[in-house]
Nanobody
């Protein structure tokens, strides 16, 4: 069993930065891929970024590529999302997810690949 708790959300002006953290518990986390998804007001939840179990492979949505960086510290059982050059359209609830994921970029981007989810953290970017 893996529990996920996100933190680091808040209100920031456009162009600013935030770093989200996802603290996990459970001895199996180091074997799991992890990802960030987000749900904007009135929209469905969408993929943001993912990372494989050892951090060797990362995947990004086109909308955040070059601005966001996903990383993990398995010694601390924590996944991070560094968000730079934030835009108002990045406003959303951000969710952390984890599970074993089949190899191949497609599977890392799919909600159905992840069985463990956090409760979410709000990110609001003002213009």
């Amino acid at each position: 069993q893996v529990q996920l708790v996100e933190s680091g959300g808040g209100l920031v002006q456009a162009g600013g930065s935030l770093r989200l953290s996802c603290a996990t518990s459970g001895r199996t986390f180091t074997n799991y891929a992890a990802a960030w998804f987000r749900r904007a007001p009135g929209k469905e939840r969408e993929f943001v970024a993912a990372i494989n179990w050892n951090g060797g492979n990362t995947y990004y949505a086109d909308s955040v590529k070059g601005r966001f960086t996903i990383s993990r510290d398995n010694a601390k059982n924590t996944v991070y999302l560094q968000m730079n050059s934030l835009k108002p359209e990045d406003t959303a609830i951000y969710y952390c997810a984890a599970d074993r994921v089949y190899s191949g970029s497609y599977y890392y981007t799919q909600e159905s690949s992840y069985g463990y989810w956090g409760q979410g953290t709000q990110v609001t970017v003002s213009s």
